[in-house]
């Protein structure tokens, strides 16, 4: 009989050392909820939340009407105050699919509403004229003057308004060298009198000299002399 040989030592080799293959199946999880004891549980880092101190929300600007328009766009005047500057904001233009319908309508009803009559432009700034009206004709009631946008003021208006800034700006340029001419008269006129009262001051000097001269002449003495 051939001899017995002895069984080779089988090494068992812990699950940690198998390396993962393609074919290998996912490590999966007990019915407990639990892993598996072989798999390394990942946990997620909580995120921080965001402190609300520092957090900055875009203020919502109120419209208050609608200045003007063009083919596209509105000029919309704002309400409230410019933090920063402490002024009231100013009108911007936008399209007109953003405006408030509500503004919309209201501006184009302004625009077909009645007409006042108006006696003229008193004033202007950026987007405003300061518009002087007539009396009521019916009741007599007298009407203040009051800024509206420039969309509202007549071409005959506003050609009559520039053309009273223009005569006015000749007449004040007019005005200045007359001005001018009449101090340099007022001037040479107080020359010629200083002039005068130097020359009177002159010959009376004169005069009393030679008074003086004829009295102590000899000639004189020998006269009075007995």
Request: hydrophobic letters at 30%.
């Amino acid at each position: 009989m051939p001899p017995k040989r002895k069984p080779a030592r089988i090494i068992p080799i812990s699950p940690r050392r198998i390396r993962p293959t393609l074919t290998s199946p996912p490590p999966t999880k007990n019915k407990s909820g639990r892993p598996p004891k072989g798999a390394h549980s990942i946990s997620k880092a909580p995120q921080p939340k965001r402190s609300k101190i520092g957090a900055k929300r875009n203020p919502l600007f109120k419209a208050k009407r609608i200045l003007d328009e063009n083919k596209t766009d509105y000029l919309i005047d704002w309400d409230g105050v410019d933090p920063k500057t402490k002024k009231p904001w100013v009108p911007t233009w936008h399209p007109k699919s953003c405006a408030n319908r509500a503004l919309a309508a209201e501006w184009k009803e302004s625009k077909a509403g009645q007409e006042w009559a108006a006696q003229g432009i008193v004033h202007e700034d950026e987007h405003h004229y300061k518009i002087a009206w007539e009396d009521n004709p019916k009741t007599g009631e007298v009407y203040q003057d009051t800024w509206e946008p420039k969309a509202f003021a007549s071409e005959a208006m506003v050609k009559e308004w520039e053309q009273r800034n223009i005569e006015m700006g000749a007449s004040s340029l007019a005005n200045e060298p007359a001005t001018s001419d009449d101090d340099s008269l007022a001037s040479d006129d107080d020359v010629d009198a200083e002039l005068d009262e130097e020359h009177e001051s002159d010959e009376d000097a004169l005069q009393q000299q030679i008074a003086q001269e004829i009295q102590t002449s000899p000639s004189r003495s020998n006269q009075n002399s007995p």
